[in-house]
Every structure is written in structure tokens, then in C-alpha cells.
């Protein structure tokens, strides 16, 4: 099996493998020509962030800066907004649902690394899917941690960190997020 499979499938991997590395490196010089265009050419903009994350067919705004690890492990849904200095490490899939807002500063997390000293200090980690359903918001400065499943119709708010998973049609909030409220989301 390889470091790429091993990653994908959410075992332990060498992130410094070659594969890896260089896909990491290609990604880097892609996010790192988006981030330096000018507002004036947005055009090219969305050409390489199409290119980064293979977003052919779909409607997206991501504000620059904008940062991932791979960019071909991130899966966006139709109308998916994303604002200034998001950061997705997408060591394992990160899918985004339709209807999605995503303030600015957020970081979303598929990496992960193991708690005992003597993996951890042979630099192998591992890493967790996380999705995110339709309709959600979430606000400025979340962070949202490996392996979670966030609901359809969720407000996350500002500043929240999202550890373990979150239901359809509430509001969580804190750190550790939690459920604050319930919303109706039912069409009346």
C-alpha cells in the first residue's frame, strides 16, 4: 500500500513521502499564484482554484488568501462561499454541501497525529474525513477538527471549535462547540 493510500484510507502514512511531498508542493505553487493575483484578474483566479480543486462544474467564491495540503482531497457542493484566509488541510476528503458560507480565518483540520510521544516522534500521522452538509454557515474563526460530520441547516458560530459531530438544523457554539439551540428550518 502507499503513503497516498495509506493517508486516504486513515492510517498511519509518512508525510514526507515523495508522492506526497511533491503533490504538496504543486499545490503550494497554485494557492500561491492565486493568492498573489490582483483583483483585477479574477478570471485567472478562478481557472487555478478550478485547477487546485477540481471544481469544473460547479459555483464557488473563495477569497484569497486561501491554503490546503493537496487541494484534490477537497469536494465543494454548488453556491460554496469561502472568505478571506481559510485554511483546509485535506490530508483525507473534506466534502462541502450545497448553500455553504464559510466566514474568514476558518481552518478545517483532516490531519491528525498520534497521542503517544514514540509515533508522533517518528513524524507518521493520520487523518479523518470531515463533511459538511447543505445550508450551513459557518462564522469567522472556527475551527473545525479531524473526523467530523457537521449537519444540514448548522450555524457554527464565530470563534467555535468544532471537536465531535454536529446534528441537522441547530446553532452550536464555544470550545468545545456545542449545541445552543435548535432551528427551524422546516418550510412553513
Not at 70 to 90: A, R, T
Not at 160 to 174: L, T, Y
Request: glycine fraction near 8%; hydrophobic fraction near 40%.
Amino acid at each position: 500500500m502507499t503513503e497516498k493510500e495509506k493517508m486516504l484510507s486513515g492510517q498511519l502514512y509518512n508525510p514526507m513521502d515523495p508522492v506526497l511531498s511533491k503533490e504538496r508542493y504543486v499545490a503550494r505553487l497554485k494557492f500561491q499564484k492565486i493568492n498573489s493575483l490582483a483583483d483585477d484578474q479574477i478570471k485567472e483566479r478562478n481557472k487555478l482554484f478550478k485547477d487546485l480543486i477540481g471544481a469544473y462544474d460547479k459555483v464557488f467564491w473563495i477569497e484569497p488568501p486561501f491554503y490546503c495540503d493537496y487541494g484534490s482531497n477537497i469536494k465543494l457542493g454548488k453556491k460554496v462561499f469561502i472568505n478571506f484566509n481559510c485554511c483546509i488541510l485535506d490530508t483525507s476528503e473534506v466534502k462541502i454541501g450545497n448553500n455553504v458560507f464559510i466566514g474568514p480565518n476558518v481552518q478545517i483540520y483532516t490531519v491528525a497525529h498520534p497521542l503517544e510521544i514514540k509515533i508522533r516522534n517518528s513524524l507518521l500521522e493520520f487523518s479523518k474525513p470531515i463533511t459538511i452538509g447543505n445550508d450551513v454557515w459557518i462564522g469567522g474563526s472556527v475551527i473545525i477538527c479531524p473526523g467530523v460530520h457537521i449537519g444540514n441547516g448548522v450555524v457554527i458560530a464565530a470563534g467555535s471549535v468544532v471537536v465531535k459531530d454536529v446534528p441537522d438544523n441547530v446553532m452550536v457554539a464555544g470550545n468545545p462547540a456545542i449545541i445552543k439551540k435548535e432551528i427551524d428550518n422546516s418550510e412553513k
